[in-house]
């Protein structure tokens, strides 16, 4: 099998010189080379860093930024909202590509990446880090690799994530289950439900996200499980027998009030509405703090892989001068530098980036204290794999998916009928949007 990044090289040059509608927030970006008015080459400034702080992350965010310009002073930086998630985010950054002031960097998600750097609206950051003297071989090769196109890379990992498991350890105690381990299969899952319901109240045994907030990203491991997927690379399998199994397994355990879905899953599961909950790793330091109860993180059920990888980098604009690229590709290895890495993962939950940061004392020391916060680290190498095509390179594919999943669910359809129309819906959207070019 072609591997994701092998693929993406065989695109070549043709892949990254038209620009695909329906990217992040819908958009069209401009024509590759463009500099929008307003901005790009005649901008001055501080180091404008657009986020929409993935983590609740906003002020160890801004102490990042302090001591830059602590250090920095003739470079100093300035942190922005860019929305509320990663999808406002995208909008807002398709809208200065329209014609606004750009900024210097960028969070750049698992499904907003591939299309900013198959538009030439990100630009190509190896030449960069040569010339910033950035060291790329210290970012964990995975989460470094994930930002591969054509050849180049065009992000740095910031924001990363895979999906965890979060249990209730004084629920599962109740339902006589062990209070630190989770279930190994989603079959095993099914025969705690009904115990873990019993044993808090008549609540789900599990909540998990609805499809306006990444439900589509929370399901593809458990899809993995049955042997299913959203993709065999380009092409979609949302029909295949396997895909079928495991949609019509979640829509069963929902049906059966197992598995609860829910806007604000993580508010349901901290004050004790469900006995677990199905989240990002990005979740743990808010929920560390706002959970009323003890909990345990586990991977989630096999067999394996039965997680995948998410969250975000962090990319820097095409259209703006070469001065500014480097100096936001120096703010990004700051931001993302070992000591800094440590600080963002410890207040969020996101793993860490750089290679070195598990041997740290304060991290070792940290981790020894915080097991929960150890378990996305191990998972990474033991229980996960890249994402479907279908998700994340398909314009719209999360959302898409995302709102399937809710049909079949909250709206209680058909799995064969919306499965089979997420099946039509992607195809021709890879046959507009992407064929074309490969």
Known sequence: MISR???????????AATAVAGCAGGSTAPAPGTAPAGGGQGSTGPIQWWSNHPGSSKEVEQKIIDAWNAENPDTPAQLVDGGANYEELGQKFNAALAGGDLPDVIVASDVTWFNFALNEATTP??????????????????????????GKHYGMPFARSTTLMYWNQDVLEKAGLDPNRGPESWAEFAEW???????????????VPDGSNYLDWYFQGMVWTFGGSYSKEWTPTFTDPKTIEAGTFLAEQFKAGHIGIAKDANNTFGIGGSAGLLQSTGSLGGLTKAAQFPFVTTYLPGPKPGACTG???????NGISDERKVNAVKFVDFVT????????????GYMPVRKDAVDDPEEKAYLEKTPNAMTAIRQLAENTAP?????????????RIGGGLDKITIGGQSVETVFGELQTETETVYKRDIEPLL
């Open 5 to 15: 990044r092998s693929l993406l090289s065989l695109a070549g040059a043709g892949l």
């Open 125 to 150: 950051l190896d030449d960069l880090w040569t010339e910033a003297g950035v060291k790329p071989d210290t970012f964990v090769d995975t989460l470094r690799e994930d930002y591969t196109f054509n």
């Open 193 to 207: 439900a009904p115990k873990l319901v019993e044993a808090n109240g008549g609540k789900p045994a599990l909540m």
């Open 311 to 317: 969250g975000a980098g962090l990319a820097i604009p």
């Open 337 to 348: 530098n070992t000591k800094n890495t440590i600080a963002f993962t410890q207040a969020t």
């Open 387 to 399: 994402q479907d095509y279908a998700r994340v390179f398909v314009p719209g594919g999360g959302a």
